[in-house]
């Protein structure tokens, strides 16, 4: 069984940095990429960063130049992946989601976490 789970969301002021987490375990096949989405209140989910096992990162806009997105294989079936956001801005609001995609042989995996919460308010 598939469990993703994110952890290092909170309240932080404008312009300060948060590193989120997320852990992907019982992945028994192959991994083609890890990727943090976000929703804000009464918006729709939008892709903020994407990774590969290779190393290939993919920004949004909105958070180029300001965040690092990471992975890593801690255990033969478990996935890590971090996102380090800095000088955060009350519009990066939202509720942070960690997406694991991959397949084996024909068939696709898609899963998500159920989020974190980020709160960028003073």
């Known amino acids: 069984q598939v469990r993703v789970l994110e952890s290092g969301g909170g309240l932080v002021q404008p312009g300060d940095s948060l590193r989120l987490s997320c852990a992907a375990s019982?992945?028994?096949?192959?991994?083609?990429?890890m990727a943090w989405y976000r929703q804000a209140p009464g918006k729709a989910r939008e892709m903020v960063a994407t990774v590969t096992p290779g190393g290939s990162t993919n920004y949004a806009d909105f958070v180029a130049g300001r965040s690092i997105i990471s992975m890593d294989k801690a255990e033969v079936t478990v996935y890590r992946m971090y996102l380090q956001m800095n000088s955060l801005k009350p519009e990066d609001t939202a509720v942070y989601y960690c997406?694991?995609?991959?397949?084996?042989?024909?068939?696709?995996?898609?899963?998500w976490g159920q989020g974190t919460q980020v709160t960028v308010s003073s």
């Open positions: 019982g992945v028994h096949w192959d991994l083609n990429a």
């Open positions: 997406n694991v995609r991959g397949e084996f042989g024909f068939k696709e995996y898609n899963y």
